[in-house]
């Protein structure tokens, strides 16, 4: 009971039953879990909980993961505000 | 508190005096050292909780304290999303958790689909 | 316009920094934190010669030297994005846009995670958290705290926590799952507990290390391992035990333990509940990458580097044209390693720059980076050799390729 609801994804609060039911559902990539659950990709991008996100989808995959990789991240990797952009300060 | 502050270190020796300053966090009013990091500061002062989940309402402290996790994030002088690991404290700052959203979304989940 | 751009003021990026200035070039480094050091500041051991060695006196001084030979310093500033434009990288902080011709990416690790139900309590952090929290701002993460996660790092800093006044309740393990996998199995920490037995006075460590070579002997010492744990600096570390939860109400009040067999499995009965004020979260450390992937580097997973590193030379160039890389961002060593290749990657840059025989410096800087990994004190993967040579083979595979079409 306490592993279901264990939060994963701390920003976006995904637990792992979030996680293990989506992919049930859907049988979906772990790409796709990962875009349907919001599970890393929250206001961090990741930094925090990628490695286990990832870990689950690929125990859930079964399949193991290639060593090369293009890594997906997407800019910007710090949060920029609206204000930073029109560059105005507050 | 100054018993929350390691004054003293076997190795590091004694802490390097810094002026110690006000500030208020969530309106309420603290004492700091100039130039320590917001989190650090409001630690020595017994408060763990910097912000609530914008959906859920649960309470959240630091994490990381090197930036990495954005956990701590504050509004500052009303500048919303600072680091309060990585802020440096300044004199008459002030220091507001951000609120809550007032709707919570959470229907792209399983149990909503 | 400078000749460098330096994004991380760590040990890799100072001693860059320091090696360009040097050779005359300008320089400016852009860190996001508040000061020079990064995450060697928090560091603070004993060495085998008896002379400890001081995180913040390293960054300071390292820092004067930069700052003596005219380096330029951005602190609070966070770099969001970089892009290859026109033959120049263009660096994006919340302030402004930077451009150069040789920009080296020093951003170091992060702290990989290990969920744990409760683990988003206020007074749960990750052990980098707490280290930097005593050492460097000098304020208690609490008053007793329980550690979950055994490696290197977390060894380390529970002895920190000790040496200033900070009750360490016990080191322990998280409960297996799917997200633990080999940080919540007894053998595997008994493994890499054996690289840090040089640092332990303990008895039951140092012995275990010279009797537990096998793998057959590994298991048995996990087996057998006492229930109650042994102690390592008078710190209970429990391996027979793993943390189910961590509760409290507004903020962490405890942790509930319960035994586990040698397999890692939770004896059904023995749970039991621990006060403690604070937690700190080990699961080791990663390359923090994310800016080289956004420039478009090939990416190797090297489990002995910490996970997926940037393909690089051993003069510290990346695939991209005045790209660099330097430090952890390479794979986890300690500061010592990342200062090494802050010289070689600086050097290399001078180079770029036009700047005149310096390959026999960059040789020899290479030679340093070796000697200096072959000395390490704190070794944070036993195969650290193995993952770099991975990378050297992938690198000149990559450049055979490049030269064929
Ligand atoms: C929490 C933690 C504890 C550690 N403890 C030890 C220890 O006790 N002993 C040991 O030998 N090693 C330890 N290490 C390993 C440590 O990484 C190396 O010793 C060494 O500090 C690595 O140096 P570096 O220059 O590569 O990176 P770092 O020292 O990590 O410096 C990187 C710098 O880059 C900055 N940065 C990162 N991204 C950005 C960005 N996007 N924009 C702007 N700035 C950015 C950071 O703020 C940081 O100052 C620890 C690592 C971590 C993460
Ligand atoms: S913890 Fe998952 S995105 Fe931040
Ligand atoms: S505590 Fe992680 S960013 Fe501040």
Redesign the pocket.
């Known amino acids: 009971m306490q592993k279901n609801n264990m939060i994963i994804c701390r920003c976006e609060e995904v637990t792992y039953a979030d996680l293990k039911k989506t992919k049930e559902k859907y049988n979906c990539t772990a790409r796709e879990l990962k875009l349907r659950t919001r599970a890393g990709m929250g206001y961090c991008g990741g930094r925090t909980c990628r490695s286990a996100v990832d870990k689950i989808a690929s125990s859930l995959e079964k399949q193991k993961e290639k060593d090369i990789i293009p890594l997906k991240y997407q800019p910007p990797?710090?949060p920029v505000s609206f204000a930073d952009l029109g560059g105005e300060h507050k | 508190m100054t018993d929350r502050r390691i004054l003293d270190h076997p190795i590091l020796g004694e802490q390097k005096s810094q002026k110690e300053i006000s500030f208020t966090f969530n309106q309420k009013e603290y004492k700091g050292l100039q130039g320590e990091p917001i989190a650090a500061a409001l630690l020595a002062n017994g408060v763990r909780t910097l912000r609530y989940h914008e959906e859920s309402g649960t309470p959240r402290g630091i994490y990381?304290?090197?930036?990495?996790c954005f956990e701590c994030r504050v509004i500052i002088n009303g500048k919303q999303g600072q680091r309060a690991c990585?802020t440096p404290l300044e004199e008459g700052m002030v220091i507001e958790s951000p609120a809550p959203l007032p709707t919570p979304v959470r229907d792209w989940r399983y149990e909503n689909a | 316009m400078h000749n460098g751009i330096i994004?991380?003021?760590?040990?890799?990026?100072?001693?860059a920094a320091v090696t360009c200035a040097e050779n005359g070039l300008d320089v400016i480094v852009?860190?996001?934190?508040m000061r020079?050091?990064?995450?060697?500041?928090?560091?603070?051991?004993e060495q085998p010669d008896g002379k400890w060695?001081n995180?913040i006196k390293e960054s300071e001084r390292l820092f004067q030297q930069a700052v003596d030979l005219g380096v330029q310093f951005r602190f609070g500033?966070?770099?969001?994005n970089i892009e290859y434009l026109d033959d120049m990288w263009v660096i994006y902080?919340e302030k402004e846009v930077l451009q150069t011709s040789n920009l080296l990416?020093?951003?170091?690790?992060?702290?990989s995670p290990v969920p744990v139900p409760g683990w988003t309590l206020p007074g749960v952090m990750?052990?980098?958290?707490a280290?930097?929290m005593t050492n460097v701002h000098r304020v208690k993460p609490g008053e007793r705290g329980v550690i979950i996660g055994i490696n290197?790092?977390s060894a380390?800093?529970a002895m920190?926590l000790q040496l200033a006044g900070v009750e360490v309740a016990s080191l322990t393990l998280p409960r297996m799952s799917e997200v633990t996998d080999v940080e919540a199995h007894p053998k595997e920490v008994m493994d890499s507990l054996l690289h840090v037995s040089h640092m332990a006075p303990s008895p039951f460590v140092k012995l275990g290390s010279k009797f537990m070579k096998g793998d057959f002997m590994k298991k048995m010492g996990a087996a057998f391992y006492p229930k109650n744990g042994v102690k390592m600096w008078d710190i209970p570390i429990q391996l027979r035990k793993a943390v189910i939860e961590i509760y409290g109400e507004n903020q962490v009040e405890g942790v509930t333990l319960a035994t586990i067999n040698s397999k890692g499995d939770v004896v059904p009965g023995t749970e039991e509940n621990i006060a403690a004020d604070f937690v700190c979260i080990a699961g080791g450390?990663y390359p923090?990458a994310?800016?080289a992937a956004i420039a478009g580097c090939p990416f190797y997973l090297v489990e002995e580097l910490g996970g997926y590193v940037p393909l690089h030379s051993e003069e510290m160039e990346t695939t991209l044209d005045g790209l660099y890389v330097?430090?952890?961002?390479?794979g986890?060593?300690?500061?010592?390693?990342?200062?090494a290749?802050?010289h070689v990657a600086g050097l290399s840059i001078a180079r770029n720059n036009g700047i005149r025989s310096l390959d026999y410096k960059i040789m020899d800087a290479i030679q340093h980076v070796k000697t200096t990994r072959d000395h390490?004190?704190?070794q944070?993967h036993p195969q650290i050799q193995k993952g770099r040579s991975k990378i050297q083979d992938q690198w000149n595979t990559y450049q055979r390729n490049v030269q064929e079409v």
């Open positions: 990797v710090r | 990381c304290n090197i930036g990495h990585l | 994004i991380g003021a760590g040990p890799a990026g100072l001693t852009l860190d996001e934190y020079a050091g990064g995450r060697l500041l928090g560091q603070l051991y060695w995180g500033t966070a770099v969001s902080t990416l020093a951003t170091g690790a992060a702290e990750s052990v980098g958290a280290q930097v290197v790092l380390a800093i920190e450390l923090l994310e800016l330097a430090g952890n961002i390479t986890i060593e300690g500061a010592k390693v990342a200062a290749q802050g390490a004190y704190i944070f």
